[in-house]
């Protein structure tokens, strides 16, 4: 299938996906015209791309973790554990920094409240 069928079936733009092949994220090849053809199978992996990119995961870790992923339940290693495990903590570790700022700025906006408005 050409990039823009892949798009379409995936409505992921042409360009994320120009972008997850320099990434390493799905291969092509090409045919004799140069077009870029890719296996249907990257329909599937495509969307996986996307779950793992609104779960805030890198590139560089999406590409770690996708061997795991796509092997059988079997043949996965404690990595594929491991990796989810550190990104769970940095999105905490994210989480905590976000709320340790609200809190400062809620206590600015109260300390700096005009008399008779509420903060």
């Not at 360009?15 to 990257?42: C, N, V």
Request: proline residues 3%.
């Amino acid at each position: 299938m050409r990039i823009g069928e892949l798009a379409e079936a995936t409505g992921v733009s042409t360009r994320s996906l120009r972008y997850y092949e320099e990434q390493g994220l799905i291969r092509s090849s090409r045919t004799a015209g140069g077009w870029r053809d890719f296996d249907s199978s990257m329909v599937e992996r495509v969307v996986l791309i996307q779950h793992l990119f609104a779960a805030g995961l890198c590139s560089a870790t999406i590409n770690e973790l996708l061997p795991c992923l796509e092997a059988p339940p079997e043949e996965r290693t404690g990595v594929l554990e491991e990796l989810l495990a550190q990104q769970a903590e940095r999105l905490e570790a994210k989480r905590r920094d976000i709320e340790r700022e609200l809190d400062i700025l809620r206590a600015l906006r109260k300390e700096t409240a005009l008399p008779g408005h509420a903060a």
